[in-house]
T-cell receptor
Framework: GAVVSQHPSRVICKSGTSVKIECRSL??????MFWYRQFPKKSLMLMAT?????????EQGVEKDKFLINHASLTLSTLTVTSAHPEDSSFYIC???????????FGSGTQLSVL | SQKIEQNSEALNIQEGKTATLTCNYT??????LQWYRQDPGRGPVFLLL?????KEKRKERLKVTFDTTLKQSLFHITASQPADSATYLC????????????FGQGTELSVKP
């Protein structure tokens, strides 16, 4: 079945550094990818919609300069958390939509801890 | 205001019983409603999708109902097993485009042997 690979699964960084998270669709082409954020025992909050070859659409309240999204190909989207702060510590999850079947598949998530 | 709520944060049941989880929403008119399973530290895994014109859908031990009048979906796991223990999330496709999902807060199901 379709697989979405997300890396890294866990990252610890110092405050002020930038962290890049990759989301790859392994056996299908994804015209659209979504980035979510999740706090412990809370729901997934949609951060942005990433479309291949165009700018991402951010949800209200999400800083686009803070969370840089690049969707340069049909199989790869990246989320860069710039100048990370401890409050950015969270579980980040990507999902990708198969452009043929339209189904949505999720990555395994990235646990970011900013010290 | 728009809301999507799952009935309880946690549900404990005995092995072999049927687990019933509830998802209610207000001020949305979704064409699709989806249920996902999420294990700790992992991304959600798709379980079932039900369309607005479908009253019920089944998959093995899972059953989902969708009542657009009540704005409610029920998710049932029959003959529950300890391996079914996980957090279950309902999600609305609010743009009816099969992608942008709004999630409920999840119900943590624990099935005791």
């Amino acid at each position: 079945g379709a697989v979405v690979s997300q890396h890294p699964s866990r990252v610890i960084c110092k405050s002020g550094t930038s962290v890049k998270i990759e989301c790859r669709s392994l056996d299908f082409q994804a015209t659209t990818m979504f980035w979510y954020r999740q706090f412990p025992k809370k729901s997934l909050m949609l951060m942005a919609t990433s479309n291949e070859g165009s700018k991402a659409t951010y949800e209200q309240g999400v800083e686009k300069d803070k969370f840089l999204i690049n969707h340069a190909s049909l199989t790869l989207s990246t989320l860069t958390v710039t100048s990370a702060h401890p409050e950015d510590s969270s579980f980040y999850i990507c999902s990708a939509r198969d452009r043929v079947g339209g189904k949505l598949f999720f990555g395994s998530g990235t646990q970011l801890s900013v010290l | 205001s728009q809301k999507i709520e799952q009935n309880s944060e946690a549900l404990n049941i005995q092995e072999g019983k049927t687990a019933t989880l509830t998802c209610n929403y207000t001020n949305y008119s979704p064409a699709y409603l989806q249920w996902y399973r999420q294990d700790p530290g992992r991304g959600p895994v798709f379980l079932l999708l039900i369309r607005e014109n479908e009253k019920e859908k089944r998959k093995e031990r899972l059953k989902v109902t969708f009542d657009t009048t009540l704005k409610q979906s029920l998710f049932h796991i029959t003959a529950s097993q300890p391996a079914d223990s996980a957090t279950y999330l309902c999600a609305l496709d609010i743009e009816n485009q099969g992608g942008k999902l709004i999630f409920g807060q999840g119900t943590e199901l624990s099935v005791k042997p």
